[in-house]
């Protein structure tokens, strides 16, 4: 009896290194509308009643590439569709009619237009820092395609609402970055991807993770006059009142040490949106899904589920 438990083990064992990792699908395309061609990725296929995922990037003036420095969304789309794009003016969305705003009824627009290119009637949206915002304004332009709603490190709803304590934990780098945008030239292009970077430097709890992130993160398709021009269209945009009326069941996502959107922000949101779930990440700043991925995959599916 032993040697055939034995032997049986064997078999298992051999057959687990045998057997190739799961290829997860993947492909890019183009939605197209009048004023800007988006570009997007997908990983996985739609599968049964699983609820595809469009994960709305943070920045603003980012490409979604800061989202895919590990393997969470492909890990993600092992039992659905995970759609990312780039917001208009960044990444592969580049081509822009000139002149075409970048107010958040744009931005929304853009959203809808990604999900309908695809064919999706509801979808799940994450939205990531920044992209939290937007996930809300989407939400609230179009809750009949929204079937569940994730904000993950999200401002409230209007950037006054979030509470940034980087300048009080790191006086230190705050002033070497106020040094070298002098030095760079205060409203250079130089001095703004120097300012990226110090953000970064700022915004992990693990130093070793950080320390990894940044050594491999490479171009993040970083557009700062994009950036500064969502800021200023959207620095009004107040969702507070549309808050109550969302329907779906929503999931609010903080690092506990993330000190760029303190979590009393997220404490925030939650309480306003009905029956919203709060989960903390205990050993993560901003990107727990970068410092914590084992239980921000779980997390999501067990949610999405």
């Known amino acids: 009896m032993a040697r055939m438990k034995f032997l049986a083990a064997s078999v298992l064992f051999f057959l687990s290194v045998a057997l190739p990792a799961q290829t997860i699908a993947h492909a890019k395309g183009v939605a197209h509308t009048e004023q800007v061609d988006l570009g997007y990725e997908t990983f996985g296929s739609p599968a049964g009643n699983a609820l595809p995922v469009i994960a709305v990037n943070g920045g603003p003036g980012l490409s979604h590439a800061y989202m895919m420095q590990n393997d969470v969304w492909q890990r993600i789309a092992r039992h659905r569709l995970v759609v990312l794009y780039d917001q208009r003016g960044t990444g592969a969305s580049k081509r822009v009619q000139p002149g075409a705003p970048q107010s958040m009824d744009a931005q929304v627009s853009d959203l809808e237009a990604v999900r309908q290119t695809l064919g999706l009637e509801k979808v799940a949206l994450v939205g990531d820092s920044y992209g939290g915002l937007l996930s809300m304004a989407y939400a609230a332009a179009h809750p009949e395609h929204v079937a569940k709603l994730v904000l993950s490190d999200s401002p409230g709803p209007a950037w006054k609402d979030i509470?940034?304590?980087?300048?009080?934990?790191?006086?230190?780098?705050?002033?070497?970055?106020?040094?070298?945008?002098?030095?760079?030239?205060?409203?250079?292009?130089?001095?703004?991807?120097?300012?990226?970077?110090?953000?970064?430097?700022?915004?992990?709890?693990?130093?070793?993770?950080?320390?990894?992130?940044?050594?491999?993160?490479?171009?993040?398709?970083?557009?700062?006059?994009?950036?500064?021009?969502?800021?200023?269209?959207?620095?009004?945009?107040?969702?507070?009142?549309?808050l109550p009326g969302f329907k779906f069941p929503t999931l609010v996502i903080t690092g506990r040490f993330d000190l760029n959107v303190a979590p009393l922000t997220a404490w925030n949101l939650a309480h306003a949106i009905?029956?919203?779930?709060?989960?903390?990440?205990?050993?993560?700043?901003?990107?727990?899904?970068?410092?914590?991925?084992?239980?921000?995959?779980?997390?999501?599916?067990k949610f999405l589920n």
Do not use: C, W
């Open 274 to 301: 009905p029956g919203a779930k709060l989960v903390f990440f205990e050993q993560s700043g901003h990107l727990p899904s970068y410092e914590e991925p084992e239980k921000y995959v779980e997390v999501l599916e």
């Open 163 to 242: 509470v940034h304590v980087l300048p009080q934990v790191f006086p230190d780098i705050e002033e070497e970055n106020a040094q070298e945008a002098k030095k760079l030239g205060d409203s250079t292009e130089a001095a703004a991807r120097a300012g990226l970077r110090n953000h970064f430097r700022m915004i992990f709890y693990s130093p070793e993770k950080r320390d990894k992130y940044m050594g491999q993160m490479g171009d993040l398709g970083y557009e700062p006059k994009v950036g500064e021009e969502v800021f200023k269209a959207t620095q009004s945009l107040d969702l507070t009142p549309k």
